[in-house]
């Protein structure tokens, strides 16, 4: 059984800088895909970005650029580094891991079947 625990939310700025953190526990490395989600309120919840087993990154449009998806090597914490940060981007951050994705798609949030509680992010 795989649990997830955020960190690293909070307050910022406009144009600041987050880096979100993702302690991951239990379960096997071996094909599992973690991913970067987010719900601000009154929306649907949107992948933002996704690393593989292998350590293929993708982003959402909408993050492009601006927030990088990383492990550390013993694939026991996911981060998602953030810059440039916008008001749009005020949601619940929730980590996310799945085993065989295979070819569906990495943002898709549906995909996965673990899920952290989330952490909050506020740019204003």
């Known amino acids: 059984h795989v649990q997830l625990v955020e960190s690293g939310g909070g307050s910022v700025l406009p144009g600041g800088d987050l880096k979100l953190s993702c302690t991951v526990s239990g379960g096997l490395t071996w094909d599992r895909h973690m991913a970067w989600s987010r719900q601000a309120p009154g929306k649907e919840r949107e992948g933002v970005a996704a690393?593989?087993?292998?350590?293929?990154?993708t982003y959402a449009d909408a993050v492009q650029g601006r927030f990088y998806i990383s492990q550390d090597i013993t694939k026991t914490t996911l981060f998602l580094q953030m810059f440039s940060l916008t008001p749009d981007d005020t949601a619940m951050y929730y980590c996310?891991?799945?085993?065989?994705?295979?070819?569906?798609?990495?943002?898709?949030?549906?995909?996965?079947?673990?899920w952290g509680q989330g952490t909050q992010v506020t740019v204003s």
């Open positions: 690393i593989d087993a292998g350590g293929g990154v």
């Open positions: 996310a891991a799945t085993y065989g994705l295979g070819t569906r798609d990495p943002l898709s949030w549906v995909h996965y079947q673990y």
